[in-house]
C-alpha cells in the first residue's frame, strides 16, 4: 500500500505541520508529548475547554506551576494516598517533560532517546522514594 499523504489529528499534530506541512520525527515529539499530558490529566486536546487560541500545552504550561494536584487525573493522584507527595513530584517530572516535547519549535524538542533517558530516571527516583517513605 502506497501512501500519498500525511494523515494528522487535530490536538496532537505539531504547529510546524499545520502551517508548513513539513513532517519530521521533531513532530512525532511533539505528539508523544501531548499524549503523556493527555494520559496523566485525563484531558483531550480536542476537549471544550481548549479552544482557541488556548491549548492543552498552554494550559498544561499555565497549570503546572500550581502543583501536580491541579492537573493530574484524581484516579492518580489523591491528597490522602500514602505516596502523595512522591507521586505529585513523579507526575510533574514528567508534565516537565511533556512541556519540553511538545515545545512549539521543533528544534526546541527533545529527542526521544533524551526522553527515554529522563523517563527512566524519573522512574527510578519514583522508585528510590518510595522505598525511603
Same mark, same amino acid.
Given at each position: 500500500?502506497?501512501? @500519498? &499523504? @500525511?494523515?494528522? @489529528? $487535530?490536538?496532537?499534530? +505539531?504547529?510546524?505541520?499545520?502551517? @508548513?506541512? *513539513?513532517? !519530521?520525527?521533531?513532530?512525532?515529539?511533539? !505528539?508523544?508529548? $501531548? *499524549?503523556?499530558? %493527555?494520559?496523566?490529566? =485525563? =484531558?483531550?486536546?480536542?476537549?471544550? /475547554?481548549? +479552544?482557541?487560541?488556548?491549548?492543552?500545552?498552554?494550559? &498544561?504550561?499555565? !497549570?503546572?506551576? =500550581?502543583?501536580?494536584?491541579?492537573?493530574?487525573? +484524581?484516579?492518580?493522584?489523591?491528597? %490522602?494516598?500514602?505516596?502523595?507527595? #512522591?507521586?505529585?513530584?513523579? *507526575?510533574?517530572?514528567?508534565? %516537565?517533560?511533556?512541556?519540553?516535547? !511538545?515545545?512549539?519549535?521543533?528544534? %526546541?524538542?527533545?529527542?526521544?532517546?533524551? #526522553?527515554?533517558?529522563? /523517563?527512566?530516571? $524519573?522512574?527510578?527516583?519514583?522508585?528510590?522514594? $518510595? =522505598?525511603?517513605?
Amino acid at each position: 500500500m502506497k501512501q @500519498t &499523504m @500525511t494523515l494528522a @489529528t $487535530i490536538g496532537y499534530m +505539531a504547529p510546524e505541520f499545520g502551517s @508548513t506541512g *513539513i513532517v !519530521s520525527i521533531k513532530c512525532d515529539v511533539y !505528539s508523544y508529548g $501531548i *499524549i503523556l499530558i %493527555e494520559t496523566f490529566t =485525563k =484531558k483531550k486536546p480536542t476537549d471544550n /475547554l481548549f +479552544a482557541e487560541e488556548v491549548t492543552i500545552r498552554h494550559w &498544561m504550561e499555565y !497549570s503546572l506551576p =500550581k502543583g501536580a494536584i491541579e492537573i493530574a487525573d +484524581a484516579d492518580l493522584l489523591r491528597k %490522602e494516598d500514602e505516596y502523595f507527595v #512522591v507521586k505529585a513530584n513523579c *507526575i510533574s517530572a514528567i508534565m %516537565e517533560l511533556a512541556l519540553n516535547c !511538545s515545545a512549539e519549535l521543533p528544534e %526546541e524538542r527533545k529527542d526521544m532517546k533524551d #526522553v527515554v533517558v529522563e /523517563l527512566k530516571k $524519573i522512574k527510578q527516583r519514583l522508585l528510590n522514594n $518510595i =522505598k525511603h517513605v
